[in-house]
């Protein structure tokens, strides 16, 4: 969530001020994302129940930190063909990591604690995607200033402007590349555990935990 987060953040400051597009412009593009996981979200549940959250939970981090990076790589003089497949690849990759991610966890609840696990799912949601905000806000802003400091002079203050802020813009999109390679990592290093628990007959059974 701190790696989507700061992409949702950043995409309007580098489509509207970086390269200039209209807000309603920007808008039509950032709305491409929650259509990508109203429509793969269920089939990535569905999938999950099959072959489990693992291996869909790593692709989708995957996924999402492959068009983070080659979204870091978009210019001043990038074209909305060139801007929407990569980010058509970040939002596919959260769209197939969030249903099984949750699922895991839920699935690792004991019954009787299903809406503290729940609340806490909804709690982690909300913290990462406002540290990701707010780390991208402060980086971004940094990094402009950084940048607009190594602006040659010749250049008119506006374009000067603008180029600091796409290169910011770049260097910040970094970080959700590096949340999503953590995510991965623990995603791999994670092991299941069974734990007995009871059911309503008394009968102990066992519980994966993902």
Avoid: C
């Amino acid at each position: 969530f701190i790696a989507f987060a700061s992409l949702n953040f950043l995409l309007p400051f580098y489509l509207i001020r970086g390269l200039g597009l209209p807000a309603s412009q920007a808008g039509m593009l950032a709305a491409l994302s929650p259509a990508v996981r109203i429509v793969v979200g269920p089939w990535s549940g569905w999938l999950s129940d099959k072959v489990g959250s693992r291996p869909l939970t790593v692709t989708g981090l995957a996924l999402t930190s492959a068009g983070l990076y080659f979204m870091a790589h978009l210019g001043v003089n990038s074209s909305l063909a060139q801007v929407i497949p990569p980010f058509l690849l970040a939002s596919l990759g959260f769209a197939i990591f969030e249903p099984p991610n949750s699922s895991a966890i839920m699935g690792a609840v004991p019954r009787d604690r299903l809406g503290t696990g729940s609340a806490m799912v909804g709690i982690a949601r909300q913290t990462g995607m406002t540290l990701g905000i707010a780390a991208a806000g402060s980086l971004l802003a940094s990094r402009q200033v950084t940048h607009l400091a190594q602006m040659p002079a010749s250049l008119e203050p506006a374009e000067a402007s603008r180029q600091a802020l796409v290169m910011g813009y770049q260097d910040t999109i970094l970080l959700g590349v590096f949340a999503a390679s953590l995510g991965i990592i623990a995603a791999l290093l994670t092991r299941g555990r069974v734990q007995p628990s009871e059911t309503s007959g008394g009968t102990a059974q066992a519980r994966q935990r993902p």
